[in-house]
């Protein structure tokens, strides 16, 4: 059984940065699609970054392109990172790593394209 593991999260002072990992492990098939989500309660589950595994690009919509930084672990694959610069406290929510075999183009940034979730790390940003 497999399972997808976040760290890192916290509460950061705005201006903050925080990092967050996630790591997959324990699938039987391969990992190819990895994102990154967050959720305020009472709100939609929000695209932040996303990458195919491997590959040479990452994904970021608008909101938060420049601030955020998706990376993969050089030496462990399917581990990744968020690097969160400049938080303000608009970012405060539960932070969710997420993964699927293949995200077929156009469908990075749909929660409804990937199959495996973490169980999500929370991110409080104060003033």
């Known amino acids: 059984q497999g399972h997808l593991v976040e760290s890192g999260g916290g509460s950061v002072q705005a201006g903050g940065s925080l990092r967050l990992s996630c790591a997959a492990s324990g699938y039987s098939d391969d990992i190819n699609c990895m994102g990154w989500f967050r959720q305020v309660r009472g709100k939609e589950r929000e695209a932040l970054a996303a990458?195919?595994?491997?590959?040479?690009?990452?994904?970021y919509p608008d909101s938060v392109k420049g601030r955020f930084t998706l990376s993969e672990d050089s030496e462990q694959k399917r581990l990744i990172y968020l690097q969160m610069n400049d938080l303000n406290e608009e970012d405060t929510a539960m932070y969710y790593c997420?993964?699927?075999?293949?995200?077929?183009?156009?469908?990075?940034?749909?929660?409804?394209?990937?199959?495996?979730w973490g169980q999500g790390t929370q991110v409080t940003v104060y003033s």
């Open positions: 990458v195919y595994i491997g590959g040479d690009l990452s994904f």
């Open positions: 997420a993964a699927a075999l293949y995200c077929p183009a156009g469908t990075v940034f749909l929660a409804r394209a990937y199959t495996y």
